[in-house]
């Protein structure tokens, strides 16, 4: 059965509304040809996750670990070699579970009788246990990558069934050269691996209209997959609820909706299907980790009083899952510090994910974006898809907003997911130039993402001047996350070697297993610091006081990566 799903990816009938898409989007001749020869269809797709996957084993390999990294990489390796559920319970297993399929074949020395917090934990396997680093974090980013590539498929087949496969060509590509979608799908983490479960379940509820019996238990299973990786995907879960309604409704026909309460019944039964198939994964994926489902966290789970705690104790799933959702509320309660647009805050921005993903998706993107959205709403042959792909996505990010981390665009990674395939919407416009047009803009796309490689994760766009500026307007994951720490050690090496480092590192990393022999700066008077004078972006961005006094009196002279800057005092 699957494979009869993927088979149809790439080697889908044609239908009426394909021809008509096609049409729109350059022209009988454009579709003579890919009706014809069907071979240009997947040759494109291979062409495009071919370049993705280059990019991002490019990044994956020449990246130190990212700050979240060695906590996911630890529980995926307790998992292997402990099954329990100990660390990390903010976030369920599943996705750790992804990495863990990497992490066994690395095969890491782990000591399970070490102390300390994940973050600890996960410092301790990657650098105290006679591990190699390197090779431990490449395998375990191995499984999100492929992943990664496998969720393109789905963005492919979604697109082209509601435009055409010139339509699902046009998303392919967007979401190849999604510099977010690489940057965050070269890592072992957990917001591309649970974005890209949601929008697979849409596309399977979307596929349900004509197929519900087969599609509405995979579609439920498919958020399910994101609930047990981000505990952030639950609000999917009603919205796909509804949109089984749609589909089941829509999947009866106008002569099976003649007896209403009969009609009533098979949509009930067919959101229940989902919401049953979501909440089986979510158990499956902690009796996979620990078939007794014991939980003794490192940590203590704070206490959730008043409507939140009683919402949490409704949920129908596992203790550890509910004590996760207890830890997940007592983050939100903390004043995390933001930056935006050059200015420092304690607290959250309403408008700071709307404004980060302004500035680091190509201008491109955004143009197709928003005329793709309007064509889905506007256009009568595509509004039956419009539901599907802006109500996910709108709702998500709502949710979003209101969060008190306003660390990145990792937390929004699911709208460029599915407003890919909404600008698919771009090829049924019947505008004169809607094709050369739809070409140039895409072609931008490919070429401000390609000119930032393999440094995705300080993207910019030109209007925002480009990766090099990122860390003037933005910070944390949305630039410097603790990923160039290898690059600083060859850059001193290579240019600076002898001269005395003071480091000021914003990171999981050890600077001392890269062979960087520095001292921090601010453990002594000011006049005492002379020579390379060395600080992540993010640390220059919230720099207040001692350091901020020892970086006004010094003067930059180099980057790394665009997320360090070396200072000459």
């Known amino acids: ?115 300390g917090d994940q973050g600890e934990v996960g410092r301790h396997l990657l650098y105290e246990s006679g591990n190699d680093p390197w090779r431990l974090m490449l395998w375990a980013r191995l499984p999100v990558i492929v992943l990664t590539l496998l969720f393109g498929l789905v963005v492919f087949a979604f697109a082209r069934e509601i435009a055409g496969t010139v339509g699902g060509a046009v998303a392919l590509a967007l979401y190849a050269f999604s510099p977010d979608v690489v940057a965050h799908g070269s890592l072992a983490t957990l917001d591309v691996p649970a974005a890209g479960f949601v929008l697979t379940s849409v596309w399977l509820v979307w596929r349900a209209r004509r197929r519900p019996r087969r599609c509405l238990p995979l579609a439920g299973m498919a958020v399910g997959a994101a609930v047990a990786t981000k505990m952030s995907a639950l609000p999917a ?73 009683r919402l949490v104790e409704l949920l ?50 955004l143009a197709l974006w928003a005329v793709g959205a309007v064509a889905a709403v506007a256009v009568r042959r595509l509004r039956p898809a419009a539901p599907y792909v802006l109500l996910p996505p709108a709702v998500l990010l709502a949710v979003a907003m209101e969060g008190a981390r306003d660390f990145g665009t990792r937390y929004a990674v699911f709208v460029p997911m599915f407003l890919t395939v909404a600008a698919a919407g771009v090829v049924a416009l019947r505008w004169r130039w809607a094709s050369v047009a739809t070409a140039a803009l895409v072609l931008f796309v ?23 500026k990122t ?3 933005l910070h944390d994951s949305n630039v410097d996350w603790g990923q160039d720490l ?29 062979g960087i022999d ?41 980057e790394v990566g665009r997320s360090i800057t070396l200072y000459r005092r």
């Open 237 to 309: 879960l009603p919205v796909l609820m509804l949109l089984a309604v749609v589909s089941a409704w829509h999947a009866l026909g106008p002569r099976g909706r003649g007896d209403r309460r009969r009609t009533l019944a098979l949509c009930l039964a067919g959101t229940a299907v989902v919401a049953v198939a979501a909440v089986a994964v979510v158990w499956a994926s902690y009796l996979v980790v620990d078939p007794r489902l014991r939980f003794t966290p490192a940590e203590a789970v704070p206490v959730v009083q008043g409507l939140r705690g």
């Open 1 to 115: 059965m699957m494979a009869r799903e993927l088979h149809s990816v790439l080697e889908p009938e044609v239908h009426d509304d394909d021809t008509a898409a096609a049409r729109g989007a350059g022209g009988p001749r454009v579709y003579a040809v890919l009706r014809r020869r069907r071979w240009p269809a997947p040759v494109l797709v291979a062409l495009l996750l071919t370049q993705m996957a280059v990019a991002m084993v490019t990044t994956a390999v020449e990246q130190t670990p990212t700050i979240d990294e060695p906590v996911y990489v630890a529980t995926a390796t307790d998992y292997l070699h402990e099954h329990r559920l100990r660390y990390n319970p903010e976030h369920p297993p599943l996705g750790k579970l992804v990495v863990a399929a990497g992490v066994a074949l690395a095969d890491p020395r782990y000591d399970a009788s070490y102390a």
């Open 446 to 468: 490919a070429v401000s993402s390609v000119r930032t490689f393999p440094f995705y994760l300080p993207y910019s766009n030109e209007a925002f001047g480009g990766p090099a």
């Open 486 to 514: 290898g690059r600083l050690a060859d850059r001193l090496k290579s240019r600076y070697r002898g001269e005395r480092i003071w480091l000021v590192y914003k990171g999981s990393g050890v600077p001392s297993y890269y």
């Open 471 to 473: 860390h003037l307007r």
């Open 518 to 558: 520095a001292r921090d700066p601010r453990t002594v008077p000011v006049s005492e610091v002379h020579g390379l004078l060395v600080v992540s972006d993010t640390s220059v961005a919230k720099a207040r006081g001692r350091l901020a006094e020892l970086i006004d009196s010094s003067r930059p002279i180099d």
């Open 316 to 365: 129908p799933f596992p203790h550890a899952y509910r004590d996760g959702m207890r830890v997940q509320f007592g983050l939100e309660d903390h004043p995390w510090q933001g930056y935006l647009f050059g200015r420092l805050y304690t607290g959250s921005r309403w408008y700071y994910l709307p404004a980060a993903l302004l500035v680091k998706t190509p201008l491109g993107m």
